[in-house]
């Protein structure tokens, strides 16, 4: 069996090459103790890991190695005669349960670097003795290595070998993380530019400073930082109100700020002062038709009075500047898009209308437009088109051009997104549509500005549909695309453990999460438990939260919501302290798993990002990375308490209320790293001693809380 190392409990450094020895202990145990020590001679004793002996009980050993397989940069499968293993007349390796077929399949699923090593004479399997998981095996080109008095040149060649494919894991790694830290220090820039430009216009502004604003207003757009667009976009409109790209722009913060009919009052004064050969007035008449598609789209009831009267419009709305000029492509998918979800539906709308002719119409348009005019929406554009022709070929081909690249925005994808979900429905379309979307998903939260709310029902969607197929996620994303799935999908899986706290027959009042008493200090070890905000949740209902015996707890991306009643709060501490309550429930949790607690905190490092899932400002399950940078902590090694026994983190994450009391989880692993606390826009303290104020949020590390509770 694999991954174990002397350095498991240490934090994980990027940086470091990590090499991962799967072996089966009574085939091949004596000559992988020997490869160990010559790959720990050579890369050192943090990146070589073997045996799995020290799984934290209770933890399916299963999720266990995709942890670790993760993490790695190359797994080395070493084979000799007794490989296949034999208990009780059967092979062991045809057991989907034996951990050595557990390792060798995540690490072939993990697409990294897999290396057959060849021991004491074996030959490579046969494909046809190898369960069907792992049969793409006998296509890794392996080496022999021999325990006799070749086993130094073998190895010699091994590592050589290996340094290459080191070599170019660390060049990715600090691609990825060079293109992390341009977006980060890009948007931060973005911010500073952005106040620096408020305070001028506050003052006596001149044309300089609001030209450069509204440019600033459009590169919030395409960031989508959209409530800091939404300031910038109301100071412009104060000083030149009647500039139209930038009333089109206030419209368009409207609509994400869940205001459609206010934005649907602009853009039609908009569109009755403009003349109609203006460009604007096309722009402004699309959007006025994602008004519409928006409230079609929310309406529960998709085929009453208004709903399709909405749906009427927004056709309506696209065809005419689409039928006036071809070249107005953004209007003829949205078209096609519309006209195809009316008629599964079985609605009579534009019954004249043939969406695949107008998908064609619209495929020649964008085909038709010279590489030098083509900007940032052709590919998008271009892969919706493609769909209306149901040509799912070149959908990802098209999509992987915008979506794959290390330096992709976050703004396109999340449009394509949104359409290809809410207009499309695109997840019901089979295996091939859902695997899209949810490639689509993956991509976009492991992105900065990437943010993503769901619905439990979506939630539970997910979770549900079959994997898409390794060759369909390299299509879309790349070579990297079916570890960001799994990535991805491991943040699906931990959502089912987060849940909504609220007055009993009241709203939602916050969020908390499952732990095992164990991995928090409790005394009952294998006791499931909820932890919260003490001010949400509290005996005297102090702090804005409310008594134990007001509050119901909803599972809510669980298969069978149910509200759970508290029997007690078994531990808490106030909010000067450490904010947090564990909460006994008076039924017990059956089919949810508690949340795995990280051992340490990451290092504060420009790419650090930490995610979150909670419900903000009271809504569905939202996956929160829009600029989730990591920014300080009171941990180890450098970490300075100003409280005692309290150690504090703070970062950047776009949280409301609804937030409190949700996990903070590192970015490789969805670990919890901390219970969030508190947001602030502006005037957090600095931690660590350092010198003036943020705009930031503070949660508190989970390790701090565990010790506090171990400590009575």
């Avoid at 103790?33 to 004793?45: E, M, P, Q, S």
């Avoid at 997104?417 to 490639?439: K, M, Y």
């Avoid at 699906?492 to 609220?502: E, G």
Wanted: charge should be neutral; hydrophobic fraction near 40%; aromatic fraction near 6%.
């Amino acid at each position: 069996m694999a991954i174990f190392s002397t350095r498991a409990s240490r934090r994980f450094n990027p940086q470091v090459p990590r090499i991962t020895i799967s072996y089966r202990r009574d085939d091949s145990a004596a000559i992988t103790g020997r490869i160990f020590d010559r790959l720990v001679a050579r890369y050192g004793t943090g990146s070589v890991f073997r045996d799995i002996d020290n799984i934290p009980l209770g933890e399916d050993f299963r999720e266990y190695i995709n942890r670790m397989i993760a993490q790695t940069d190359i797994t080395l499968v070493v084979v000799g005669k007794r490989w296949f293993g034999a208990r009780r007349g059967r092979r062991r390796i045809d057991d989907p349960e034996d951990p050595v077929r557990v390792e060798v399949e995540t690490a072939l699923r993990a697409g990294t670097a897999v290396v057959p090593v060849l021991v004491e004479g074996s030959g490579m399997p046969n494909r046809d003795q190898l369960p069907d998981s792992l049969k793409d095996l006998v296509y890794r080109n392996g080496l022999d290595v021999d325990s006799g008095r070749d086993f130094d040149q073998h190895i010699d060649r091994l590592i050589r070998s290996i340094d290459p494919i080191l070599a170019q894991r660390a060049d990715e790694k600090q691609e990825r993380t060079e293109a992390a830290r341009r977006n980060r220090n890009n948007l931060d820039e973005l911010r500073a530019r952005v106040e620096d430009t408020l305070r001028k216009l506050s003052s006596i502004a001149d044309d300089e400073n609001l030209t450069t604003a509204k440019g600033l207003v459009e590169e919030l757009r395409n960031r989508r930082d959209y409530p800091t667009m939404g300031r910038l976009v109301e100071a412009v409109s104060r000083i030149d109100p009647r500039d139209p790209k930038n009333r089109r722009f206030y419209a368009q913060y409207l609509i994400e700020d869940g205001k459609a009919t206010a934005a649907a009052d602009v853009l039609m004064a908009l569109t009755r002062r403009l003349p109609k050969d203006n460009p604007e007035h096309a722009e402004a008449t699309g959007l006025l038709g994602r008004v519409y598609k928006q409230i079609f789209l929310d309406a529960g009831d998709k085929t009453n009075v208004g709903a399709r009267e909405a749906l009427k419009q927004a056709i309506e709305t696209y065809r005419k500047p689409f039928e006036t000029s071809h070249a107005n492509t953004w209007h003829g998918v949205n078209l096609i898009a519309l006209v195809s979800r009316a008629r599964r539906l079985g609605l009579r709308v534009a019954s004249d209308l043939v969406p695949t002719a107008v998908a064609k119409t619209v495929v020649a348009a964008l085909e038709a437009t010279p590489e030098s005019a083509r900007d940032e929406w052709y590919l998008p554009t271009l892969a919706e088109a493609q769909l209306g022709l149901g040509d799912y070929d070149a959908v990802e081909r098209t999509i992987r051009q915008y979506a794959a690249a290390d330096d992709a925005w976050p703004f396109p994808i999340a449009s394509t997104l949104r359409q290809f979900t809410q207009v499309w429905d695109l997840e019901s379309e089979g295996d091939r549509g859902a695997g899209i979307v949810a490639a689509l998903r993956a991509r976009l939260l492991s992105l900065p500005g990437g943010n993503i709310e769901m619905t439990p029902d979506e939630v539970r969607q997910a979770r549900a549909e079959a994997a898409p197929s390794e060759g369909q996620l390299e299509a879309i994303l790349g070579q990297h695309g079916a570890r960001t799935y799994r990535w991805w999908k491991q943040g699906l899986d931990r959502a089912l453990s987060v849940a909504a706290i609220r007055e009993r027959l009241g709203d939602r009042i916050g969020s908390g999460f499952l732990v095992r008493g164990a991995d928090i200090g409790f005394e009952r070890r294998n006791e499931l438990l909820v932890m919260t905000n003490f001010h949400v949740v509290n005996e005297a209902g102090a702090n804005e939260g409310i008594p134990p015996d007001r509050a119901e707890i909803v599972f809510e991306a669980d298969d069978e919501p149910r509200p759970y009643l508290v029997d007690r709060i078994v531990w808490s501490s106030p909010p000067h302290l450490h904010d947090a309550t564990l909460l006994r429930l008076q039924d017990p949790i059956t089919g949810i798993e508690p949340l795995p607690i990280a051992r340490g905190l990451p290092v504060v490092e420009p790419s650090a990002v930490v995610y979150i899932i909670g419900h903000p400002g009271g809504r569905d399950l939202a996956f929160s990375c829009q600029d989730n940078e990591l920014l300080d902590h009171e941990g180890p090694p450098g970490g300075k308490r100003r409280i005692q026994g309290v150690s504090r983190v703070h970062y950047r994450a776009p949280t409301e209320g609804g937030s409190s009391g949700s996990p903070v989880f590192n970015a490789d692993l969805w670990e919890v790293i901390a219970l969030h606390h508190k947001g602030g826009k502006t005037g957090l303290q600095k931690l660590n001693d350092k010198p003036g104020s943020y705009a930031a949020n503070e949660g508190i590390s989970i390790q701090s809380i565990r010790d506090a509770v171990k400590g009575e």
